[in-house]
């Protein structure tokens, strides 16, 4: 039998192999390179992470933070964290963004730094926005602190660290909303990357390697206390290996613009989600989910939480004028 920190360490790079599995793209051979795209649970309260024509939509400096502990009581198991700020500039037409994530599973850390511009357009109705991103995915991987013991001490495949990988990258995206709903597109990512050698990759560039992201929900209004939010969450690759990576159905209730308490089901991890958000002043929100396994990782993990910060500065937002999208 292993020594049980020798088993230890063992699952914990049989997980660090799954979360790659999980939010990486399939690839036709093993010199491709993905550090794939992090889930949220609380992803309709800041859209930067799914969609950069989000960029502005909120009508004011947005600032947002969220922590995230996923799959609770196992080893190695990741953390997230993300951090964005967005705006728009004096006309309402164009807006910049900066969204940072930073997510660290075993002896792995990824970080993703990047900037978004969006360009918005007045309609009847509603607003609809363009947005592009650009900016760089980095990983890292730090095998000096597993100490192997008997049967295998000093195992040297543990001896290095892995080769850092800085990889650019660029993505788009449109998102159309108004006072009743919303709908958004997004391509996060249009360049695809693979070994060359020892310690160098190449980009290329791959329709078959593309995944498309649509949300959309709507408000529904049955009186000034209490409302009903639906939505919608498809993240669709061209891959043939995956396809449907992940599904979400959505539902909030909004009790007096101050209150929401929703759910959500996510067939990929097979987790059913509580949520609860508070609105503490009219620019200040605080959020707090759990996810809880059905599938096969209940017998493994005690669920996953998420924490989230938003404040928005400036006079456009107001407990008169709540934003829904």
Do not use: C
């Amino acid at each position: 039998m292993l020594p049980l920190n020798y088993s230890r360490r063992i699952i914990t790079l049989i997980f660090s192999f799954m979360i790659f599995s999980l939010h990486g793209q399939s690839v036709p051979d093993s010199s491709s390179i993905s550090l794939g795209y992090p889930v949220y649970s609380q992803y309709l309260q800041n859209g930067l992470v799914i969609n950069p024509a989000y960029t502005g939509t909120r009508g004011a400096l947005s600032g947002f933070l969220s922590y995230r502990q996923q799959w609770i009581g196992t080893d190695g198991a990741p953390t997230l964290q993300s951090v964005s700020l967005h705006a728009p500039f004096k006309n309402d037409k164009v807006a910049l963004g900066l969204l940072g994530q930073f997510m660290q599973y075993g002896y792995t850390k990824t970080s993703s730094i990047y900037a978004s511009y969006a360009y918005h357009i007045r309609m009847s109705k509603g607003k609809l926005s363009f947005g592009l991103k650009g900016g760089v995915d980095m990983s890292t991987s730090d095998f000096t602190g597993l100490n192997t013991t008997i049967p295998y001490p000093g195992d040297p495949v543990f001896k290095n660290n892995d080769d850092p990988y800085i990889l650019p990258n660029v993505g788009a995206g449109i998102y159309y909303f108004s006072e009743t709903l919303f709908a958004g597109f997004a391509v996060p990512q249009f360049l695809s990357y693979q070994k060359t050698g020892t310690n160098s990759v190449q980009a290329y560039h791959s329709f078959n390697d593309y995944n498309f992201i649509f949300s959309g929900g709507g408000l529904i209004t049955f009186s000034d206390f209490f409302k009903f939010k639906p939505s919608v969450l498809l993240h669709y690759s061209l891959n043939e290996a995956e396809k449907f990576k992940q599904f979400d159905i959505n539902g909030n209730l909004i009790l007096a613009d101050l209150i929401w308490v929703g759910g959500s089901w996510r067939n990929n991890e097979k987790v059913i989600v509580g949520i609860l958000q508070l609105l503490i002043k009219p620019q200040l929100m605080f959020g707090f989910s759990y996810d809880y396994p059905v599938g096969n990782m209940n017998s493994y993990s005690k669920g996953s939480t998420e924490f989230a910060l938003r404040y928005e500065f400036g006079s456009k937002v107001s407990a008169a004028n709540p934003r829904y999208f």
